[in-house]
């Protein structure tokens, strides 16, 4: 009864308006204090689980995401791209699923993959004639690969709450990643021969060997986190601090977007994105320590025993309710709870801690694009000076093709765990 009380009280709190750290701590301290377990204990646990050199390559990959949104970065992938693929029947969209795969491999973050990508795409996109709706859904869909191919923010958030490898999180994301990519390139393909969107001119040979070369440095960046990662030279958090330095000095003395005067801005801006992150994940792990003691994850294993579930109504179970709260929730804190509350009844079930982490974060995509919380439709909405109605409109079809992509992913696990078991084994 408690328990559910305290759950209660934390949704409630979120729909008031109060900050993901804000009703996950103040709820768990509350509920600490009411079972009369002692705080200290509680303080400790959170503070030490931010202690750690894996959580260090939080701050770094949010300051290296703060340069590559400011340094000009996506508009020369977007260029790139464009001479690849932009002469094709509906062109301009594929540019927009590979340029946002591209950036998606060094971001990290979904709204920032969205923000930088639609800054330029949904212009140029309903200047060549595509339907707005259609270019604000899009690019929501494709943005949210920021968090699903690596190096993504929430993979490591995740590998710290459920104490897994971020390493092989990251190599879970892969196939996943460029499967999703593969799916809207579909779409975009089947949508555009259907209303006739017209193609771009064909690049000459030299304006493609000229772009793609200017993009190179850019695509130095993710090249050199799984380099250093894979080939053991360099932990996570030491490849996500190179990623800051190399995102810094493209930005500024490559691509020179940057001045260096604004480099002492822009570090700052990163810097309270990553105080915001730090806030978040120390009051997540509090929640987590005040679940595990609460016995609420001891009676969902026996509820799971009780009724004999299989992995795959368990899981089915587990995906409604988290669109449901996806809906009503921010995604990251979607994440926060459901994590420490179901990671026992996976050992139960069998299910692979790192096949669930991607089912989640897929989860979490969708939770982006559907109302009345979905970031990436405020942000594309904000972008496009559309109406929210507009963005809605636009951003169902990609729900479909995302909850199918779910499903895929659900029950298919080697799509996720067949690189990671090859790789790391």
């Not at 490591?156 to 971020?166: K, M, N, Q």
């Not at 089915?316 to 026992?344: E, K, Y």
Request: net charge neutral; charged share 10%.
């Amino acid at each position: 009864m408690e328990a559910a009380i305290g759950i209660g009280g934390m949704l409630v709190l979120m729909a008031l308006g109060a900050p993901i750290f804000v009703a996950l701590g103040l709820t768990a301290l509350v509920m600490i204090a009411f079972e009369g377990r002692p705080l200290m204990d509680a303080a400790a646990h959170s503070i030490s689980g931010i202690n750690s050199a894996t959580f260090l390559a939080v701050p770094f990959f949010v300051m290296a995401a703060t340069f590559m949104q400011k340094g000009g970065i996506a508009r020369i992938i977007i260029e790139a791209a464009e001479t690849w693929v932009g002469h094709m029947r509906g062109g301009l969209g594929l540019v927009a699923v590979i340029a946002t795969t591209l950036f998606a491999a060094i971001s990290g973050s979904s709204v920032v993959t969205a923000m930088a990508m639609g800054t330029f795409l949904i212009p140029a996109m309903v200047q060549r004639g595509y339907d707005r709706p259609f270019a604000l859904g899009l690019v929501g869909a494709s943005g949210t690969l920021g968090i699903l191919i690596p190096p993504s923010l929430s993979m490591i958030l995740y590998g710290l709450i459920a104490e897994e490898s971020v390493p092989r999180l990251f190599m879970a994301g892969v196939i996943p990643g460029l499967l999703q990519a593969c799916l809207l390139a579909a779409w975009v393909m089947f949508y555009s021969r259907r209303k006739g969107y017209a193609s771009g001119a064909r690049a000459t040979r030299e304006e493609f060997i000229a772009k793609n070369l200017r993009a190179l440095p850019a695509m130095f960046i993710p090249v050199s986190v799984f380099a250093g990662i894979y080939s053991g030279y360099t932990t996570v958090t030491e490849s996500a601090g190179v990623a800051a330095i190399a995102a810094l000095l493209i930005a500024v003395w490559v691509y020179r977007e940057v001045k260096p005067s604004e480099i002492f801005g822009m570090a700052t801006e990163g810097m309270k994105a990553a105080s915001a992150v730090t806030f978040i994940v120390m009051f997540a792990l509090l929640f987590a320590h005040w679940i595990t003691g609460s016995g609420i994850p001891t009676a969902l294993v026996n509820f799971a025993i009780a009724r004999e579930l299989e992995p795959w109504q368990f899981l089915l179970a587990l995906n409604v309710m988290m669109i449901i709260l996806g809906m009503f929730l921010d995604a990251v804190a979607v994440m926060l709870i459901v994590t420490p509350i179901v990671l026992p009844v996976l050992s139960t079930l069998g299910i692979d801690p790192v096949h669930f982490g991607i089912v989640l974060i897929v989860n979490m995509e969708i939770a982006f694009l559907t109302p009345p919380i979905g970031l990436n439709l405020f942000v594309l909405s904000s972008i496009a000076r559309a109406p929210m109605s507009e963005a809605v409109r636009g951003m169902w079809p990609f729900v479909v093709i995302m909850a199918l992509f779910l499903m895929l992913i659900t029950y298919v696990p080697e799509i996720s765990l067949w690189l990671p078991r090859t790789v790391m084994p």
